[in-house]
């Protein structure tokens, strides 16, 4: 954008900041590698027992979601009201539920897959689902 | 025009461009919760191999490792274009996004070579309920780089013919967002496909 009296007043006016630096896009760029490597050397070398390894993965795709929210699209740094914040948060709520939700309900469904003889069993005696 | 009158036009077009970027960035959390589907499909039929193999027996992680870092670069290539863009320099923008697209398209022929890997070897989506949900969940994904792709191919050669003009500051900025969002997703793909396949969990 040129540098012209008029965009630098609408800039102030506005007070927009949230288009990141290079030193920002650096920083995030090089946590991100980090943590990649550091996950996959993890799995690689299977340093944890698995829940472990299972807990410290997962926690390591957040940290990177919230890495790149924060240094690649600036989530947060705009002015109030913040609508981009608000729309994210419950886009998460609503893929959590979904998520969470489905893993739940298909594991209490669990009886649908056992052997055929259980499941012959089951409806024998229950007549029918 | 007056120069209060310039500032009232730029003030009003700022106010335009970040409308149409908030638009757009509303569209990005509805392909998340798509997105969300697409992995809970994943969660609950991953066990389902109906005797076939399983994701540990299937992914090659180096293999998967060197397409993530192809991924993560393009996305900071992505943003340094955009660095360029917002100074007006014209060559380091295209430069950028040329390198962006190259990485890209890097990605998407690793990710294409591995599927017809998979098909040939008899694994493709209509083998087991665990294939199904794979090929979906990545292929979506795939089918979102292609766009992206495709898009980018598009913008880069309306700037170097036509330079900046009024909206092409806006649109390069969806651009961007859109392919932010892309490799976000793809760690989520790398964390819970490939890394989790490779434990049995």
Same mark, same amino acid.
């Given at each position: 954008?040129?540098?012209?009296?008029?965009?630098?007043?609408?800039?102030?006016?506005?007070?927009?900041?949230?288009?990141?630096?290079?030193?920002?896009?650096?920083?995030?760029?090089?946590?991100?590698?980090?943590?990649?490597?550091?996950?996959?050397?993890?799995?690689?070398?299977?340093?944890?027992?698995?829940?472990?390894?299972?807990?410290?993965?997962?926690?390591?795709?957040?940290?990177?979601?919230?890495?790149?929210?924060?240094?690649?699209?600036?989530?947060?740094?705009? !002015?109030?009201?913040?609508?981009?914040?608000? =729309?994210?948060?419950?886009?998460?709520?609503?893929?959590?539920?979904?998520?969470?939700?489905?893993?739940?309900?298909?594991? !209490?469904?669990?009886?649908?897959?056992?052997?055929?003889?259980?499941?012959?069993?089951?409806?024998?005696?229950?007549?029918?689902? | 025009?007056?120069?209060?009158?310039? =500032?009232?036009?730029?003030?009003?077009?700022?106010?335009?461009?970040?409308?149409?970027?908030?638009?757009?960035?509303?569209?990005?959390?509805?392909?998340?919760?798509?997105?969300?589907?697409?992995?809970?499909?994943?969660?609950?039929?991953?066990?389902?191999?109906?005797?076939?193999?399983?994701?540990?027996?299937?992914?090659?992680?180096?293999?998967?490792?060197?397409?993530?870092?192809?991924?993560?670069?393009?996305?900071?290539?992505?943003?340094?274009?955009?660095?360029?863009?917002?100074?007006?320099?014209?060559?380091? =923008?295209?430069?950028?996004?040329?390198?962006?697209?190259?990485?890209?398209?890097?990605?998407?022929?690793?990710?294409?070579?591995?599927?017809?890997?998979?098909?040939?070897?008899?694994?493709?989506?209509?083998?087991?309920?665990?294939?199904?949900?794979?090929?979906?969940?990545?292929?979506?994904?795939?089918?979102?780089?292609?766009?992206?792709?495709?898009?980018?191919?598009?913008?880069?050669?309306?700037?170097?013919?036509?330079?900046?003009?009024?909206? =092409?500051?806006?649109?390069?900025?969806?651009?961007?967002?859109?392919?932010?969002?892309?490799?976000?997703?793809?760690?989520?793909?790398?964390?819970?496909?490939?890394?989790?396949?490779?434990?049995?969990?």
């Amino acid at each position: 954008m040129s540098k012209s009296p008029a965009n630098t007043t609408a800039e102030h006016e506005t007070g927009h900041k949230d288009h990141g630096t290079f030193r920002t896009y650096t920083i995030g760029f090089i946590l991100s590698i980090y943590l990649t490597l550091m996950a996959y050397y993890m799995t690689v070398h299977h340093s944890l027992s698995r829940n472990g390894l299972v807990a410290s993965l997962a926690m390591m795709a957040v940290v990177q979601l919230a890495v790149q929210l924060l240094f690649f699209l600036h989530l947060g740094q705009e !002015n109030k009201p913040r609508w981009n914040l608000i =729309t994210f948060s419950f886009a998460l709520l609503v893929v959590i539920v979904v998520v969470f939700g489905s893993l739940w309900i298909m594991n !209490n469904l669990d009886y649908n897959m056992h052997s055929t003889k259980d499941i012959n069993k089951y409806l024998n005696s229950q007549d029918g689902f | 025009m007056s120069s209060h009158e310039l =500032t009232l036009h730029a003030a009003e077009e700022q106010k335009n461009e970040d409308k149409a970027l908030f638009g757009f960035w509303v569209y990005i959390m509805t392909d998340c919760v798509l997105f969300g589907t697409l992995f809970a499909v994943y969660a609950v039929l991953h066990g389902n191999t109906f005797g076939g193999p399983s994701g540990a027996d299937l992914f090659k992680l180096p293999y998967i490792m060197i397409e993530t870092l192809l991924l993560l670069t393009s996305s900071y290539t992505c943003g340094l274009a955009m660095l360029a863009a917002r100074r007006g320099d014209k060559r380091a =923008t295209i430069n950028w996004f040329v390198l962006t697209f190259l990485l890209g398209a890097a990605f998407l022929t690793m990710e294409l070579v591995e599927f017809t890997k998979l098909a040939h070897e008899g694994h493709s989506w209509q083998a087991s309920g665990f294939l199904s949900s794979y090929f979906t969940l990545v292929g979506t994904h795939g089918l979102h780089i292609t766009v992206g792709l495709l898009w980018m191919f598009l913008l880069v050669v309306k700037l170097w013919r036509q330079g900046f003009v009024g909206s =092409t500051v806006k649109k390069l900025s969806m651009l961007s967002m859109f392919w932010h969002f892309l490799d976000i997703i793809w760690i989520f793909i790398f964390t819970f496909v490939y890394l989790f396949g490779a434990l049995k969990v």
